[in-house]
């Protein structure tokens, strides 16, 4: 049953992460259901009785039935209703217009007592159905009155005519078709989620990041993600995060090293690390803005460089943001500083902690190229990367000997109850004060 659980509950995970899919395939369910109904609208029965005398035949043939043989009075005059004779004459006054043999389709004749015949006809119109069934059954009346028959002259009279119809309304069926319809489509739509979810490779919850390439996940917010310049410059000036994702935030920190030295902006001592995300991820590109300005906002001189980049083009408008001169009116905390390099940085002297944004290319990263800090660590969108992806930067930046040491993870699912956590987190054997290189002209915006 617990195996049965978790199938079910991952089954729902999937049926929402391809929610849109699944939408989708209702809506077209739906249409698909009302759609046939138009097409093909139900078929309504108007139904005429006629009475006839109690003729000494008509006696006879009742006893008949009623001693459990058949009703031969009863049975001639149901043959005599569908014959050519009695259909022909009702031919002007059918709707649609039909011929003799569409009209002895269209009609059913029976006998609800010994002494009563029912004609009934079928049509998408009410009106054309009530029509069909009053026409042939006058003419049937009018038929058997006049003596041209086998069995002589019989005075039969209209005991009610057909005035309504039976059948399912066409706005009933379309509806209940449409139900049905959007019934099937979600159902089509949870099988093509499940097909695709066999075939993506990408990661979603935080262990599987971890896993990947066995580092920890140490901490995981939502991001914001800016499209344009006047974005980034929103996100650097008013990014708030919540209680408990500035708890996440916080802990990243400590985490990285900071703990020891980091008492509500009292610290001591130098910090660094690199931010590396990828290229074809462009939320997680936030992670390291989001993560300086919380920690400048702690009251921590903080410098948030953008480095050099694999894809200029993925960071272009974050750099743009970071070189805008700050107005007077800027709600920036004032212990942020933003630069841009172009190779290696030549630390702030009033920072003391320096968060590095590279971004490399998936299919074939180079982290060497990126600016060099004390710690790398990796971020991540969940649902956005493979193992193999990440296994690639991790190999990359292990062959510069600046091994990853933790990952952030962006937007995280929310059914994802998993930590990421491993059993200890990797750090470097000793900490290193981030070299001082020169060179190359940094632009830094205070």
Request: hydrophobic share 45%; aromatic share 2%; charged share 15%.
């Amino acid at each position: 049953m617990s195996q049965q659980g978790l199938d079910l509950r991952k089954s729902g995970q999937i049926v929402r992460r391809h929610k849109v899919l699944v939408a989708i395939m209702v809506v077209l369910g739906l249409v698909a259901g009302a759609g046939y109904t138009l097409l093909h609208p139900p078929m309504l029965t108007g139904t005429a009785l006629v009475l006839l005398p109690q003729t000494p035949q008509a006696v006879q043939g009742a006893a008949a039935a009623a001693n459990g043989g058949p009703d031969p009075y009863i049975t001639t005059q149901e043959v005599i209703a569908s014959s050519n004779a009695a259909l022909s004459s009702a031919l002007p006054h059918v709707r649609p217009s039909m011929s003799v043999a569409e009209l002895r389709d269209n009609i059913t004749v029976g006998s609800l007592t010994p002494y009563i015949i029912s004609i009934s006809s079928q049509s998408k119109v009410a009106s054309d159905a009530e029509a069909t069934a009053n026409a042939v059954a006058n003419s049937y009346i009018s038929y058997i009155a006049s003596g041209g028959n086998a069995i002589g002259r019989i005075s039969a009279q209209m005991l009610e005519p057909a005035t309504s119809t039976t059948g399912m309304p066409l706005k009933e069926q379309a509806v209940i078709y449409g139900l049905v319809g959007a019934l099937c489509g979600g159902l089509v739509g949870l099988i093509i989620s499940l097909a695709i979810s066999r075939t993506d490779r990408r990661l979603r919850a935080r262990d599987e990041v971890a896993h990947s390439i066995g580092v920890p996940v140490i901490a995981s917010f939502p991001v914001s993600r800016p499209t344009d310049a006047a974005g980034w410059t929103n996100l650097l000036e008013e990014y708030k995060p919540g209680a408990m994702h500035a708890l996440q935030l916080r802990r990243a920190l400590q985490q990285l090293g900071m703990s020891a030295d980091m008492d509500y902006g009292i610290m001591s001592g130098r910090y660094s690390f690199a931010v590396v995300s990828l290229s074809s991820d462009p939320a997680a590109l936030a992670l390291g803005p989001q993560l300086a300005v919380y920690a400048a906002s702690q009251g921590i001189p903080t410098a948030l460089v953008i480095g050099p980049q694999q894809d200029e083009d993925a960071t272009a408008s974050l750099r743009t943001a970071c070189t805008v001169p700050r107005p007077a009116s800027s709600k920036r905390p004032g212990n942020l500083r933003l630069a841009v390099s172009d190779g290696s940085i030549d630390v702030d002297p009033d920072a003391v902690l320096t968060v590095v944004v590279a971004v490399v290319d998936g299919r074939s990263p180079r982290v060497p190229a990126t600016v060099r800090a004390n710690a790398t660590i990796l971020g991540v969108t969940a649902g956005t990367a493979t193992a193999d992806q990440l296994a690639r930067i991790a190999v990359s930046a292990a062959g510069d000997r600046r091994e990853i040491t933790g990952i952030l993870v962006a937007n995280p699912d929310s059914a994802d109850q998993t930590t990421g956590r491993m059993p200890q987190l990797a750090r470097p054997s000793h900490r290193r004060v981030p070299t001082r290189m020169t060179g190359i002209t940094t632009e830094i915006r205070k």
